[in-house]
C-alpha cells in the first residue's frame, strides 16, 4: 500500500532527465519540501545509478524507484538497485506481475476503465491516470462511482498547483508532477520554489478540505 507515503504529502516527483551527479541533492532538496515519493523515469542518463544513489541517501521515508518502466527486466533492475517502486505509462500486466513478485509497488498508466480494472486484477497499488490532458475531473468522478474506494488514482501530464482543485473534487488521490517540479537545465533553486508551491497549494486544499464537503 502506498499509504505511509500519501498521507504527508501525496505528490508523486517525476525527474526525467536526471543525472546521477545531481540525483542526491536534487532529491534531498525535493523531499526537504515535503515530497515522500520520487521516481527516475528509465529514459533518463544512468538511471539505475539515480536510483541507487537516492534509495541509499533518502532512506526508507522517502519512496524511490522508476518510472517509464517497459518491461520485466526492467523491474529486476530497479529492485536490484533498491527501488520500491515501479511507475508505467501504460498497463502492461506482465510488468505489474512482476513488480508484485519483486515485492515492489506498482502505479501503471490508465486511460480507461477496462485498463483500469485489468491493472488492479493485476495486483496494481494504485492507479496513474495518463495522460491527465486528455482526460478531465468529469472523467475521473465517472471512474470513481464504479472503482474501488480505496484504490488510489493520480493524474499525471499538465498538473499545476493551481490546477489540482477540481480533479480533487473528482476524486483524485495526489498527482505525479513532471516538467512543472524538474527539468535537467533548472536551477536547484528553482525546483525547490517550485517544490514548495506544489506542497503549499495540497495543503490549502487539504486545510478546506471539510469546508467543501460540508
Known amino acids: 500500500m502506498l499509504t505511509p507515503w500519501l498521507t504527508p ?3 508523486m516527483a517525476i525527474l526525467r532527465g536526471l543525472r546521477p551527479d545531481e540525483a542526491v ?3 534531498r532538496a525535493i523531499a526537504g519540501a515535503g515530497f515522500r515519493m520520487l521516481e527516475v523515469p528509465l529514459n533518463s542518463p544512468q538511471p539505475i545509478d539515480s536510483i541507487a544513489l537516492l534509495a ?3 532512506g526508507a521515508e522517502t519512496l524511490v524507484g522508476a518510472g517509464t518502466v517497459m518491461t520485466p527486466a526492467d523491474v529486476d533492475a530497479v529492485a536490484a538497485a533498491g527501488g520500491r517502486l515501479i511507475v508505467m505509462p501504460h498497463a502492461d500486466v506482465a510488468v505489474i506481475r512482476a513488480a508484485k513478485s519483486a515485492g515492489l509497488l506498482c502505479v501503471p498508466g490508465v486511460a480507461t476503465p477496462t485498463e483500469a480494472f485489468a491493472a488492479l486484477a493485476a495486483g496494481a497499488d ?4 495518463f495522460p491527465a490532458e486528455q482526460s478531465a475531473p468529469a472523467v475521473l468522478k465517472a471512474w470513481r462511482a ?5 484504490v488510489p488514482v493520480l493524474p499525471v501530464g499538465g498538473i499545476a498547483p493551481d ?3 477540481p480533479w480533487v473534487a473528482a476524486g483524485a488521490a495526489g498527482f505525479g508532477i513532471g516538467s512543472a517540479l524538474y527539468a535537467p537545465s533548472r536551477p536547484l533553486d528553482d525546483t525547490i520554489q517550485r517544490a514548495r508551491a506544489f506542497a503549499q497549494a495540497w495543503h490549502a486544499l487539504e486545510k478546506h478540505a471539510p469546508e467543501k464537503h460540508a
Do not use: H, I
Not at 126 to 129: F, I, V
Not at 146 to 150: A, S
Open 9 to 11: 504529502l501525496p505528490l
Open 25 to 27: 541533492a536534487t532529491g
Open 56 to 58: 541509499d541517501a533518502l
Open 126 to 129: 494504485a492507479l496513474k491516470l
Open 146 to 150: 464504479v472503482l474501488p474506494r480505496d
Open 163 to 165: 490546477s489540482m482543485a
